[in-house]
């Protein structure tokens, strides 16, 4: 056997944590070159947010270095690659690798905040990010992005998102003047959902994250409808009646046939207590994706337009909204790979 098959070999008893298969037959290792006691080769990453480089490194030093004769040292270069969420079904097929909707049963819960944050996350560990504010008559994410002002232009029929944080942005806020309200009837929010995702340039994305409206009426119904949404993630406070409604927000989601990627307990502390969110989703056979800490911090973050994942990364908050980007990557990988023979083979740069 020549040694690079013997390294290709090596590498396949390393085991990739989330999906439990080896990463050669996942496709993840790739330009494998062998010279000077010195294999290199690329391992090709399910999201840029992968928090599981240490493993992999760790595994495959142990797996190569001293076992294959010859082989003293591993030297790794990155690359991902979001798989394509291919369930179209009828849908229509938008340049998204995944459509990750974020909804909550009741308002002002958070949902919005954790929306951003997470774009934001994401964006930073370098995938390519649009978030949809599809809550038409109440939009807020233009403010949670210091945006109050923007106005998307028009080239070639095609409106252009605006872009803060590496993270391209489109809402009713950024078409009408803050005191005039949004009156619309159910088919007109169905209209507008469905033009944010065909009418905008986009590009092609990682991650398409669509922040609802609080509820389980038009909009939730309008997407799942509309587009192949990899998952939800549904979020709460800790307290019993924020508990209520998101239970039915995920009986929502279940009854739409959309995946609940997990729960987020947000405004976890002394105020509204603690737990309500991890006592759901273990009720309920959810992943439970974490707690964000109740602060102050994170209200002026949302207030003045600069997300605490990225002004307060130090901070508990901050932290929390990290973590959090990187267990839901994983999620969605894993959501969507299960059952996939390899990774595709086409690597986003």
Request: include cysteine; proline fraction near 6%.
């Amino acid at each position: 056997m020549k040694i690079d098959e013997q390294v290709m070999a090596a590498l396949s008893t390393v085991i990739e944590p989330e999906l439990n298969r080896d990463i050669v037959s996942l496709n993840m290792v790739r330009d494998l070159t062998v010279g000077d006691g010195i294999a290199a080769f690329t391992i090709v990453l399910t999201t840029p947010a992968c928090p599981l480089k240490d493993v992999f490194v760790e595994r495959c030093n142990a797996a190569v270095v001293g076992k294959v004769a010859g082989i003293k040292e591993i030297r790794i270069n990155w690359d991902a690659q979001v798989p394509t969420d291919r369930r179209i079904h009828g849908r229509l097929d938008v340049p998204m690798n995944s459509i990750v909707a974020i909804a909550s049963g009741k308002g002002g819960v958070g949902k919005s905040t954790v929306a951003t944050n997470l774009a934001v996350c994401l964006a930073d560990a370098g995938a390519s990010v649009g978030l949809i504010d599809a809550d038409i008559l109440n939009p807020n994410i233009p403010h949670m992005f210091g945006l109050g002002s923007g106005r998307p232009k028009v080239v070639n029929e095609k409106m252009q998102p605006l872009e803060v944080y590496g993270v391209k942005l489109i809402s009713t806020g950024f078409l009408t003047t803050p005191d005039k309200p949004m009156i619309m009837r159910g088919p007109m929010l169905h209209s507008a959902i469905r033009q944010f995702f065909t009418d905008v340039e986009w590009g092609r994305l990682d991650y398409m994250i669509v922040d609802l409206p609080p509820g389980t009426g038009d909009a939730p119904l309008s997407l799942a409808q509309s587009f192949p949404l990899t998952g939800s993630i549904i979020v709460t406070q800790p307290q019993d009646v924020a508990v209520a409604d998101a239970i039915r927000a995920a009986a929502m989601f279940e009854q739409l046939k959309v995946p609940v990627l997990g729960v987020v307990e947000n405004m976890s502390g002394e105020f509204f207590g603690s737990g309500g969110g991890e006592k759901f989703a273990g009720s309920h056979g959810l992943p439970f994706l974490g707690r964000i800490p109740l602060s102050a911090k994170v209200r002026e973050g949302g207030d003045y337009g600069r997300p605490i994942s990225i002004h307060g990364a130090d901070l508990e908050a901050g932290r929390a909204f990290r973590k959090l980007s990187e267990d839901v990557a994983a999620r969605i990988s894993v959501t969507m790979l299960q059952g996939a023979d390899v990774i595709p083979i086409n690597i986003v740069g």
